[in-house]
């Protein structure tokens, strides 16, 4: 086989696993988690880098539910939250929990 | 705003994930979350999960146990199934709730768990019973004849807890059973009986010893009228021992309104009576008219006067004036053994009345600084006071000056008489008191004071009766002293003291005759020219001679020219008083020839002062 077979067939070999995964249960929840927590990001008015600060901060606390990161004011009380800045954090906290 | 969104929002997941998100909201420290949880799980368009408010409730804070509580009838049904249902770990939750909410009906369930195996529970249960009893105890409670089924199932609880004692330690059941006031005596004597440990006992004996709300009082008064003997016992101890001022006010208070018998019924076996301490603690505290009747209550405890004093002090220091005037006045009953400190203290500070009482007390007990507390109040305003004071003082004076009259001069004697009479009003009195002493020389002091003052006829009635004294000074002193011309009775008693035993008396019976300037009474005195005494005989040749009886000359100089020294010596006397035609010369002759160094120098003195004014009679 010559050098360009072998780059095609690692190439739709990738692109084979990459199919798999997103077509995977773990990926489709994922999707789904994602998607309602843009849903529930945007019922509370945050912007998008807050909406993503959320969810980092969601997956950093290792929450079983990132959606729990709305009823739980405490992730976002630390003093120093490594994944967003301070501001953002500030505006989580306002827009969320109103303080 | 936006945690509604969130949980309107979670409406749209599936009710695992809302109950996951619930519960995790319930758990979060923060009010709003929290009551936005309370409120999502008690919604009944949703899916409405009072059990997990049930199980979170404890980490509630007060916003969202608000919000809980309001809900509370909704909450209750599923706690006390979780109670009922057994052994889950889910009891412990809704003991808290029912601990933390409940009412009183919520008190049979509690009482289970002051058994449970887990001494959470355990503990949760005693604080919910405590809260809930003393609810019912503040709110007042009613007798057993008007209990609801949940106030009955409340005392039981009480004595339930009251018994487990030994096994819980909570002192606080003491204190709610305190607070249940007179309703709590079965409660009492149950644990009591039924309790043999001291610890129990003493758990009782210190709340009711410390408990300083109106229904420890009244259960410790009630324990006081109980039949049995020990509660009384009990009861009068803790009387005896508490110090503390509202509950001395109130028991003070009661007692006052108690009768002689049941009075006694209270006081204890011994003589002083076991609320007498508490009562002497607020004794100047209490309303006036409760303080007068505790007062009257003290007086009849037939105290030893030591002890009665004491009892009897606090209540001189009252503000009010009348209890002031009642306290002096029962301290005298008690001779003030003690001494008068308050006493002192009244006559310094105290108001018109209650000087006046203090005042009447000293001159009462005539201690021996009666006169430094009292010559203060000579210049007081009050007339009444002053007028006491002036007397006590003046008599105190007559007093001294008898104890004094035999040491002192005649001149001082009369000088000091009539002084006293300037500054006593009473001065008269006094002398009556006096002529009718039972001592003799006081009688014959009074006899000469009178004379000082020439107040016979103020003091004539009392004087009279002295003509038949006993003591023969006194009747010699009486006879000269009386004026008893125009007096029938007067006579007849003169006439007596003729021939009485005694020569003085004779002899100033004589000299009253010779006063009576009547010479029909010549012929009643002839006889006494030949009287065997000196005095008899020159008194009654010199009153003969007054009187006009011209035999008199030669009677005193045929006394002049006898044997007998003290006859001469008499004569001599009565010669210079009256002092005849010759009289001077007859002297002089005598004194030519006397011996007796005595006579002689009587002789001499007369003829020296032959020129002088004739004294007044003896």
């Known amino acids: 086989m010559t050098a360009a077979a072998w780059f095609l067939v690692a190439g739709l070999c990738a692109v084979a696993v990459v199919a798999c995964w997103l077509h995977s249960p773990a990926a489709r929840a994922h999707r789904q988690q994602l998607r309602l927590h843009r849903r529930f990001a945007a019922a509370n008015g945050l912007d998008d880098e807050e909406s993503r600060a959320l969810w980092r901060i969601a997956h950093e606390a290792g929450l079983a539910d990132p959606l729990l990161v709305y009823v739980r004011p405490g992730l976002l009380e630390a003093d120093a939250v490594p994944c967003a800045s301070a501001a953002v954090v500030a505006a989580l906290r306002r827009k969320l929990f109103g303080g | 705003v936006s945690i509604h969104d969130t949980f309107s929002l979670l409406l749209q997941l599936p009710a695992p994930r809302r109950e996951a998100c619930v519960a995790a909201a319930l758990a979060e420290e923060h009010e709003a979350v929290q009551t936005a949880a309370v409120n999502f799980a008690l919604d009944r368009r949703g899916d409405y999960r009072p059990d997990l408010v049930v199980d979170y409730f404890h980490g509630l804070l007060p916003a969202a146990r608000s919000a809980a509580a309001a809900r509370l009838d909704e909450l209750l049904p599923i706690a006390r199934q979780r109670i009922l249902g057994g052994h889950g770990k889910h009891r412990l939750p809704a003991y808290r709730l029912v601990g933390a909410l409940g009412d009183l009906a919520a008190v049979e369930l509690l009482v289970l768990g002051i058994g449970d195996a887990m001494p959470e529970v355990r503990e949760v249960a005693f604080s919910g019973l405590e809260r809930l009893l003393r609810g019912y105890a503040t709110s007042g409670a009613n007798p057993p004849a008007t209990r609801t089924p949940a106030q009955h199932a409340a005392w039981s609880a009480l004595t339930t807890v009251l018994l487990q004692f030994p096994a819980h330690g909570r002192t606080g059941f003491f204190d709610i059973t305190c607070e249940f006031g007179a ?375 045929e006394m002049l020219d006898d044997d007998d020294d003290a006859m001469r010596l008499s004569a001599v006397w009565a010669i210079g008083e009256v002092r005849f035609d010759g009289a001077r010369e007859q002297l002089a002759a005598r004194a030519a020839v006397e011996c007796n160094l005595k006579v002689l120098d009587k002789l001499r003195d007369v003829l020296a002062h032959w020129d002088a004014p004739v004294e007044a009679p003896r």
């Not at chain 2, 209490?286 to 004491?310: E, F, I, K, W």
């Not at chain 2, 000088?415 to 300037?422: C, E, M, S, T």
Request: aromatic letters at 4%; charged letters at 25%; glycine letters at 6%.
């Open chain 2, 183 to 557: 309703q709590a005596l079965p409660l009492v004597a149950a644990a009591r009986l039924s309790a043999r440990d001291t610890a129990t006992a003493r758990g009782f004996a210190k709340a009711l010893a410390t408990g300083a709300n109106q229904g420890a009082f009244e259960l410790l008064w009630a324990m006081l009228h109980d039949q049995d003997p020990t509660t009384q016992a009990m009861a009068q101890q803790l009387v005896r021992e508490r110090r503390d001022e509202p509950f001395c006010r109130w028991l003070a208070e009661q007692l006052a309104t108690l009768d002689a018998e049941r009075l006694r019924t209270v006081s204890g076996p011994s003589r002083e009576p076991t609320w007498l301490p508490a009562v002497l603690q607020v004794a100047n505290q209490l309303p006036p008219r409760t303080a007068r009747t505790l007062l009257t209550h003290v007086q009849g405890l037939g105290l030893d006067p030591n002890a009665a004093q004491s009892a009897i002090e606090p209540f001189a220091a009252h503000a009010d004036v009348a209890v002031q005037v009642a306290a002096v006045q029962a301290l005298q009953t008690t001779g003030c053994p003690r001494g008068l400190g308050p006493i002192e203290r009244l006559l310094q500070q105290g108001s018109g009345p209650a000087r006046i009482a203090a005042a009447t007390l000293v001159v009462a007990l005539a201690p021996p600084q009666a006169m430094a507390l009292l010559t203060p109040l000579l210049g007081c305003d009050d007339p009444t006071l002053r007028r006491l004071v002036v007397g006590e003082v003046s008599r105190a004076s007559f007093e001294r000056y008898l104890q004094r009259f035999d040491g002192m001069d005649p001149r001082a004697r009369q000088v000091a008489a009539r002084a006293l009479q300037k500054l006593d009003a009473q001065m008269f009195d006094r002398l009556d008191q006096e002529i009718g002493s039972l001592d003799p020389d006081r009688r014959l002091k009074a006899l000469q004071i009178v004379a000082f003052l020439d107040a016979e006829q103020d003091l004539r009635a009392p004087l009279l009766d002295l003509l038949d004294d006993p003591d023969r000074r006194v009747r010699a002193t009486a006879v000269r002293v009386v004026e008893l011309a125009g007096s029938i009775e007067g006579i007849k008693v003169l006439l007596g003291a003729l021939s009485d035993p005694d020569r003085r008396v004779r002899a100033n019976a004589i000299e009253a005759f010779e006063q009576l300037e009547d010479p029909r009474f010549v012929q009643l005195l002839t006889p006494f020219l030949r009287d065997r005494d000196n005095r008899v005989r020159a008194n009654a040749a010199k009153g003969l001679w007054n009187l006009g009886w011209a035999g008199a000359r030669e009677a005193m100089l």
